[in-house]
Structures are given as structure tokens and as C-alpha cells.
């Protein structure tokens, strides 16, 4: 297993159009989290999933973003109808929780949004 | 609100100095991360502190947690070159069922020879 993989690298998109990223996470992992990076600050938390149960999604998550986990394995994260605000790096991270504790984030190398 | 913030955002250095980044922290908790990231790359794991008085050195870095200041610390000793990046603590929120990390803003470091 070599990490976190994140596909696409890259995404130009023009404003208005539909994008979906994937994430596959480390297989022995039970949790993946979205994050959403803009230019100049640190990343912020979208959602996470606990297997394939959507546990949390903050309230950056507008109604034009949905992600899914399907049988707890990868996982995509659609935006709909694109805006030039959503252009960022959008970073996936899986972990393995046990017991009430995380042990450890893995983060993949980010898919960057670019809109138009 | 919880807000984690980050001491400087900017900072200059030139190689062979000692500085020191701060990490102040407005919630409890017992766990936090410091990260790397170089320009158009994504998160490398530094340091995973767990413990109130936990430190961990590796290399020319070193980090430490005091969970009642709510402050972490992360030293650079010695500076080259190849540190420069953009260093980032973070604060893991987990209670029970949940579970995310609150990122500072960063610290861009620059080291100059």
C-alpha cells in the first residue's frame, strides 16, 4: 500500500460545470476525511467518514458538494454547478479509529481546483 | 469558536540561527500534529504529540505540548536551507464519535544562507 492517492492532480474546470474527485485511502484504514485548502491559509474540514457512514460535514459543505464513501472504500467528492470561489487544493486524509482514539492521519497529495 | 493560531505566519532566517514557532490553542485537548507542506505539495507528518509534556526532537526540529497553556512549540535549530517550507500544528477535535483536525494558518518559513 503506498498511501493516500488522490485522483485527479490537476482540474480546470469552467464556472458552472460538474467535478468529481476520487480518493483511495489506506486499505487498512477505516476513516477518510475531505479538506479543502485556499492559497495562503491551512486546510479546512469538509466531511469524514467512518466506514461508509457519513459521520460529519461542516458547514463549509454547501448544498453543491456531496460525498460519497460506497462499502467504505474510496471515496468521491462531487461539486455541482462550480463556482470561482471553490478553486483550491481539496485534500483527502484516511486514519484508524479504535476505541474512541485516532492513531494518525495520512494525508494524499491533493487534487487542485482550478475554475474559470 | 474553536481557533488555533499560529506565531509567526512569517519568518525569515538566516541558516545556522535558533527560532522558535508557537501554536496557542483555544479549546481542550490532549492531542496535536505538526505538518509540513512544500509549495504545491501536500501535508508531510511531523510530529504527533499526545501528552501533556510530550516532546519529540528529529533532527534539527524539535516540538512540545503543554496541554494547560494550550501551546505548542516548534524549535528549529541550527537552520539550512531545506527547511524552508510551510509548517502547519494542528488540533485534533476528537471526542467520541468524532473527529477532525482545526489547522493554524501556517507558518511560512524562509531560510536564507
Known amino acids: 500500500d503506498t498511501g493516500v492517492s488522490q485522483d485527479p492532480r490537476h482540474k480546470i474546470t469552467k464556472r458552472g460545470q460538474n467535478v468529481t474527485f476520487r480518493c483511495d485511502p489506506i486499505?487498512?484504514?477505516?476513516?477518510l476525511y475531505w479538506y479543502r485548502q485556499t492559497l495562503g491559509q491551512g486546510p479546512e474540514f469538509l466531511t469524514y467518514?467512518?466506514?461508509?457512514?457519513?459521520?460529519?460535514k461542516s458547514r463549509l459543505l454547501s448544498d453543491r458538494f456531496s460525498a460519497e464513501r460506497p462499502k467504505g472504500s474510496f471515496s468521491t467528492l462531487e461539486i455541482q454547478r462550480t463556482e470561482q470561489g471553490d478553486s483550491a487544493m481539496y485534500l483527502c486524509?484516511?486514519?484508524?479509529?479504535?476505541?474512541?482514539?485516532?492513531?494518525?492521519?495520512?494525508f494524499g497529495s491533493g487534487t487542485r481546483l482550478t475554475v474559470v | 469558536e474553536l481557533k488555533v493560531e499560529q506565531n509567526p505566519l512569517f519568518l525569515s532566517m538566516q541558516e545556522g540561527k535558533n527560532y522558535t514557532i508557537y501554536c496557542n490553542y483555544s479549546t481542550t485537548s490532549d492531542r496535536l500534529y505538526w505538518y509540513r507542506q512544500d509549495p504545491g505539495k501536500s501535508l508531510e507528518s511531523l510530529f504527533v504529540l499526545l501528552s501533556n509534556g510530550a516532546v519529540k526532537q528529529e533532527g534539527r526540529l524539535m516540538a512540545s505540548l503543554d496541554t494547560k497553556a494550550r501551546l505548542s512549540t516548534l524549535h528549529i535549530t541550527a537552520a539550512v536551507h531545506d527547511l524552508s517550507a510551510t509548517y502547519f500544528c494542528a488540533v485534533d477535535l476528537t471526542v467520541g464519535s468524532q473527529g477532525n483536525l482545526i489547522f493554524g494558518k501556517g507558518t511560512k518559513l524562509s531560510v536564507k544562507p
Open positions: 486524509a484516511s486514519s484508524f479509529a479504535s476505541g474512541g482514539a485516532i492513531y494518525g492521519y495520512t
Open positions: 486499505s487498512e484504514h477505516n476513516r
Open positions: 467518514f467512518q466506514n461508509e457512514a457519513q459521520l460529519e
